[in-house]
């Protein structure tokens, strides 16, 4: 069969930023992408490392604080090329740490400031107390289920839309009922899991506006079948609304 378009998927600091399994992320979106009839390209983007001239599709994951700290200085660096391509509706998914460093800013539990790309109007604060378990989100995309572990607490600026609404789990900070945000085709959560292999309406989203950005077409998808990720979902968010 002939390729439908090439796309080029980056992962933002795979070695730093890509804890409890968010590096399924890349794996579910590249599997995916090509059961779609497309070809895919996957830059591991590192610090130091130059990035490819027509990103289609952007994942960014999880981190310890040392590892947020370590990609500071690169990611000072690609900022605006960051900026440039959320702007043009590049879409991306950051989760966690990275969803962090997409807002405003990270203030760390022992005060160090760590600056932010400001592409999500959010801010975080560190916590003595960690916010860990499964969580059940009500999306645009549908009834979304993951695993959350940060002691981040992040607050929304006025009119920054959330990702999702919370049923089950404490989201941004556990209490406004938020859970991350959406700002042009940027997606911010703090949900691993990893979040994309048993959420395939929400990839398929994402992969759906890469295929436009990347062919200048409408995307054309592929027959995927998705009962064992649907079947995984639905037993997971069973779980956690009972519990
Ligand atoms: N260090 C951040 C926090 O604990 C991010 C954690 C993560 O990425 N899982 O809030």
Not at 29 to 35: E, P, S, V
Not at 118 to 137: A, S, Y
Not at 212 to 233: C, H, I, K, N
């Amino acid at each position: 069969m002939t390729s439908k378009g090439l796309i080029d998927l980056v992962h933002l600091y795979p070695r730093e930023m890509s804890i409890y399994g968010d590096l399924g992320n890349t794996r579910c979106l590249a599997q995916r992408i090509r059961r779609h009839g497309y070809d895919v390209h996957v830059h591991d983007h590192h610090p130091g490392s130059t990035l490819p001239d027509t990103p289609a599709l952007l994942m960014g994951g999880g981190g310890q604080d040392s590892g947020q700290s370590r990609v500071e200085d690169d990611l000072a660096m690609i900022a605006d090329r960051l900026r440039g391509l959320a702007a043009d509706g590049v879409p991306m998914i950051m989760i966690c740490g990275m969803y962090q460093l997409f807002g405003n800013a990270f203030i760390t539990v022992d005060g160090a400031e760590l600056p932010g790309l400001g592409i999500l109007d959010v801010t975080t604060r560190g916590n003595e107390k960690r916010m860990i378990g499964g969580v059940v989100l009500e999306t645009e995309f549908g009834e979304v289920v993951g695993f959350e572990n940060h002691s981040g607490s992040t607050v929304l600026a006025t009119g920054q839309a959330p990702f999702g609404r919370v049923r089950s789990g404490n989201g941004n900070n556990g209490s406004d009922g938020t859970e991350g945000a959406v700002r042009h085709h940027v997606v911010g959560s703090y949900l691993h899991g990893p979040i994309l292999p048993v959420n395939p309406r929400l990839a398929d989203h994402l992969i759906a506006r890469a295929a436009e950005v990347a062919t200048g077409r409408a995307f054309e998808p592929g027959d995927l079948d998705d009962t064992l990720a649907d079947q995984a979902r639905v037993r997971q968010v069973r779980r956690l609304l009972a519990a």
